[in-house]
């Protein structure tokens, strides 16, 4: 078990630009989460896969922003036309489906600077 | 809707001093509770959980949690906070939808 990892840890991105994220969950795990971070709030949910469906998606999320778990493994979240307020701390998390109160499983997050 | 409130934004203790942080919920059912700790620039790390049974939990690091139904609670305690406590706490419940919602978070700093 080598935890959740996210990858970049940082990025710096110009307004406009097209920026995308990957996480690779703890490999037993079946349930995959985008939650995005403010500073000075709580993680913000975004979407999450059940294997390779999306089962749920905030409609607060903007149609800019596209999420995939193509394969059942890793998942990519992509953000189209960056806008400043997009700057954030965006964190995947995993759990294991059909465990009662199976938690989340969060990895270090993508800091996104949008200039 | 599913929410989590954390009335305290920030709270200082002293080491060595006792520390409660409160969360209280809003969930049509019996919830799934949790809290997590989260220091600068990481994400965030599962402290303990609560989804029946006895309402008095036990965590890591010292921490437990006691689950009062009849007041919406799940408020966070620990008898004597050492220095490394310094971080930031999250409550969240699992809602409906199965996607975990969390409060805003209380900043702890610890007083030397």
């Known amino acids: 078990d080598t935890g959740v990892s996210q990858d970049p840890r940082h990025k710096i991105t110009k307004r406009g630009q097209n920026v995308t994220f990957r996480c690779d969950p703890i490999?037993?795990?079946?349930?995959l989460y985008w939650y995005r971070q403010t500073l000075g709030q709580g993680p913000e949910f975004l979407t999450y896969?059940?294997?390779?469906?999306?089962?749920?998606k905030s409609r607060l999320l903007s149609d800019r922003f596209s999420a995939e778990r193509p394969k059942g493994s890793f998942s990519t979240l992509e953000i189209q036309r960056t806008e400043q307020g997009d700057s954030a701390m965006y964190l995947c998390?995993?759990?294991?489906?059909?465990?009662?109160?199976?938690?989340?499983?969060f990895g270090n997050g993508t800091r996104l600077t949008v200039t | 809707a599913q929410s989590v409130t954390q009335p305290d934004i920030h709270i200082t203790v002293s080491e060595g001093a006792s520390l409660e942080l409160r969360c209280n919920y809003s969930?049509?059912?019996?919830?799934?509770l949790f809290w997590y700790v989260q220091s600068p620039g990481q994400g965030l790390q599962l402290l303990l959980k609560?989804?029946?049974?006895?309402?008095l939990v036990q965590g890591i690091k010292g921490f437990e949690a006691e689950f009062k139904r009849s007041q919406s609670s799940f408020n966070l305690r620990k008898p004597s906070v050492h220095w490394s406590d310094a971080a930031e706490y999250f409550c969240?419940?699992?809602?409906?939808?199965?996607?975990?919602?969390f409060g805003p978070g209380t900043r702890l700093s610890v007083l030397p």
């Open positions: 998390a995993s759990s294991l489906a059909g465990t009662q109160g199976s938690p989340l499983h």
């Open positions: 490999s037993e795990h079946n349930r």
């Open positions: 609560y989804f029946s049974g006895d309402t």
């Open positions: 969930y049509g059912a019996t919830p799934y």
């Open positions: 896969f059940q294997n390779e469906a999306q089962l749920e």
């Open positions: 969240a419940v699992v809602n409906y939808g199965q996607n975990f919602v």
